[in-house]
């Protein structure tokens, strides 16, 4: 089945710098790239997602770029502030059954912006 | 916005116990999820449900079961809960996937 690898599991960075982190799925069936930030003690919420028909999408300061051909989505937050200190997931869905989808997660990122 | 909502919040269950965690959603999503989050594995999937009276096995469905009596309500259900399966569990429903807040599980 589907298999979903965050690379970065922590990240640091300085306020206002730019994070990047990266994911490879091992599914090309996989259409629907999601992600999510969970704050320290709560659940997870939607942030941005990517469809396989583009390349890139850009929501405000989050950016997320995909690369059919490497199996490779990233996403990009400019101009990081520290209420952006959270885990961010990403998933990839598998098409089943009626067109449902079956989202895998990847492990996370923890990332850190200090001030 | 979607709401999920889980019940119980926390619980404390004794090895061997009948254990059943509930969702409740009201933006009638057909697909409904149930996922453990555990640290160092991220979330993984246990059942899902396309709609009422389905029921699908995830990626990790052994020790667990799952109920869709209608559109707005799924259940996961531990029939003999095990210490391995102290977790905190989370529902989630729709396309986008939205979250329940998470459900606490401790098996002593």
């Known amino acids: 089945g589907e298999k979903v690898e965050q690379h970065e599991s922590t990240l640091s960075v300085r306020e206002g710098d730019s994070a990047v982190i990266n994911c490879t799925y091992t599914d090309t069936a996989s259409s629907y790239f999601p992600w999510y930030k969970q704050e320290a003690g709560k659940s997870l919420h939607f942030v941005i997602d990517i469809r396989s028909n583009v390349d890139r999408k850009q929501s405000q300061r989050l950016i997320v770029l995909l690369d059919k051909k490497a199996k490779r989505f990233s996403l990009h937050i400019t101009a990081t502030q520290p209420e952006d200190s959270a885990i961010y997931f990403c998933a990839a869905s598998m098409e089943g059954q009626g067109g449902s989808a079956k989202l895998i997660f990847g492990e996370g990122t923890k990332l850190t912006v200090s001030s | 916005e979607a709401a999920v909502t889980q019940s119980p919040r926390n619980k404390v269950a004794v090895t061997g116990g009948k254990v059943t965690l509930s969702c409740n959603q009201t933006?009638?999503?057909?697909?409904m999820y149930w996922y453990r989050q555990d640290t160092g594995h991220g979330l993984r999937l246990i059942h899902y449900?396309?709609?009422?009276?389905?029921?699908e096995k995830g990626d990790i469905p052994d020790g667990y079961k799952a109920s869709r009596p209608s559109q707005e309500n799924f259940s996961l259900i531990l029939e003999l809960a095990t210490p391995s399966q102290t977790s905190v569990y989370f529902c989630?429903?729709?396309?986008?996937?939205?979250f329940g807040k998470g459900t606490r599980l401790t098996v002593v």
């Open positions: 933006n009638n999503h057909n697909n």
């Open positions: 449900s396309y709609g009422a009276g389905s029921t």
């Open positions: 989630a429903s729709g396309d986008a996937v939205f």
